[in-house]
């Protein structure tokens, strides 16, 4: 029988963070943020384990484990913290402590301690667990950030990123966007400057490599009293930043703060490579990691986003066919549309706009073939589906039908959520459904 557990950390994100860390690796978790609420909750439920943090207020983690114990004296309890002294480790070692372990935590050892005490969910449990209900299906897809003026937001992983980073530009002066080499980090910089009120504005951008550089240092000083300048700085390469250059940062945006005349300060938006991330960070600054663990919003490829590959590819399309001043370099025969949307996109946004320039390039008098295509992408064809309707109707039933497994709903449901449906009973029938997006077949 699967074991259960119970995290408890007054920072909110991080108990998050640990709780989703471990049910994504099949434990069944719960989380409070207050001592009292943890020790409620050991009064009323079972558990196998508890993750407690130390340096919490009100009542620390030792005085947390006394209580604790005395419910349950056999109960194993794992100390995490990164501020721990020597006095409060024999502290601790004296109250029997199951073990402790120093923040940022080794995610794969972490996982591993925990195995020697909880047994996870078999994946018929752990599907069950995760399974939600269909209004918590319909709330996870709300949105309320405003119209894009630079992202497209065609896709449902889209509009989710979307939403995360409006929230996190709400909430924090220091936004975390990790992304796969060659994404629309440019795009999201300037979504993100238009939606602080400088929409239109030079943004200061520069790699972590330079924030040595007192040129660089001296722009971001004089950023405050610039009023043809955007006030959001964005930084990339930050994933590999060396400890000296991390120190540096931290001193920067860490200063006190410079008001703006409109009481904004200045933002900063840190990207890092999320295909390397989280081995590089702990090794330059534990406490940045732990906060970019806390906070890192992260992009979904494009080759995971059709609607938004296609409007990319369409608007670059008709941008570089302009300026050769023939508007025909921008036509495209179904079966290269084809071949495009069933490429894998390695490079992602970067690939895509190169693309674009190749094809509007390329002489031609009539709309690109697909062996025209494949030279272009430098592969061979692998698209299967010769008609580019019968490509995208079975892609598209490959998505709703993974969603609808995903969320334990019927297919409908997941139509209705995304907004393609009135009502469930009349969509269920994925094979007979009709294209959802048929400007596909002639919007690219």
Not at 156 to 183: H, T
Not at 188 to 213: K, M, N, R, Y
Not at 359 to 368: F, M, N, V, W
Request: overall charge negative; proline content about 6%; some cysteine.
């Amino acid at each position: 029988m699967p074991g259960k557990i119970l995290v408890l950390d007054d920072e909110l994100n991080y108990a998050e963070m640990l709780r989703d860390l471990l049910v994504q690796e099949g434990f069944c978790t719960e989380m409070v943020t207050r001592p009292l609420d943890a020790l409620k909750a050991l009064d009323t439920e079972e558990y196998d384990l508890v993750v407690a943090d130390y340096k919490m207020p009100v009542m620390d983690g030792a005085d947390f484990m006394e209580r604790a114990r005395a419910r349950l004296p056999n109960l194993p309890i794992i100390m995490v913290s990164g501020l721990m002294n020597t006095p409060e480790l024999v502290k601790v070692a004296n109250m029997d402590v199951t073990l402790v372990l120093e923040k940022p935590l080794d995610i794969k050892a972490f996982v591993g301690h925990v195995r020697r005490f909880v047994q996870p969910m078999s994946e018929e449990e752990r599907a069950s667990s995760q399974r939600p209900t269909e209004a918590n299906a319909a709330e996870e897809l709300a949105t309320t950030y405003p119209s894009l003026n630079h992202l497209a937001d065609g896709t449902e992983a889209s509009r989710r990123f979307a939403q995360q980073l409006w929230d996190a530009s709400r909430q924090d002066r220091y936004l975390f966007v990790g992304a796969r080499p060659g994404a629309e980090l440019e795009l999201v910089t300037c979504e993100l400057s238009d939606w602080f009120g400088f929409a239109g504005l030079p943004i200061h951008q520069f790699s972590i490599s330079q924030i040595e550089s007192l040129e660089v240092l001296q722009a971001i000083r004089e950023l405050p009293g610039q009023n043809q300048i955007s006030k959001l700085v964005a930084v990339t390469d930050f994933g590999e930043a060396t400890r000296a250059q991390m120190g540096l940062l931290q001193k920067l945006i860490s200063a006190d703060p410079k008001l703006l005349p409109s009481g904004r300060e200045v933002c900063w938006v840190f990207y890092l490579d999320s295909t390397r991330y989280p081995q590089m960070l702990p090794e330059a600054s534990p406490e940045l990691f732990n906060v970019v663990k806390r906070h890192l919003i992260v992009l979904p490829p494009l080759r995971e986003r059709l609607a938004d590959l296609a409007a990319y590819m369409k608007l670059h399309l008709d941008l570089f066919a302009s300026r050769e001043e023939n508007p025909l370099r921008a036509q495209l025969s179904p079966e290269a549309v084809a071949e495009l949307l069933d490429y894998s996109w390695p490079g992602n946004y970067a690939q895509v706009v190169d693309t674009a320039r190749a094809i509007a390039a390329t002489p031609r008098l009539g709309p690109l073939t697909r062996d025209e295509a494949v030279a272009i992408l430098g592969q061979e064809s692998a698209a299967s589906v010769a008609n580019l309707e019968g490509y995208l109707r079975s892609r598209q039933r490959e998505y709703l039908e993974d969603a609808a497994r995903r969320a334990g709903v019927p297919p409908g449901v997941v139509l209705k959520n995304l907004k393609l449906a009135a009502n469930e009973s009349e969509s269920d029938d994925l094979r007979s459904l009709g294209l959802l997006y048929p400007d596909l077949l002639t919007g690219v």
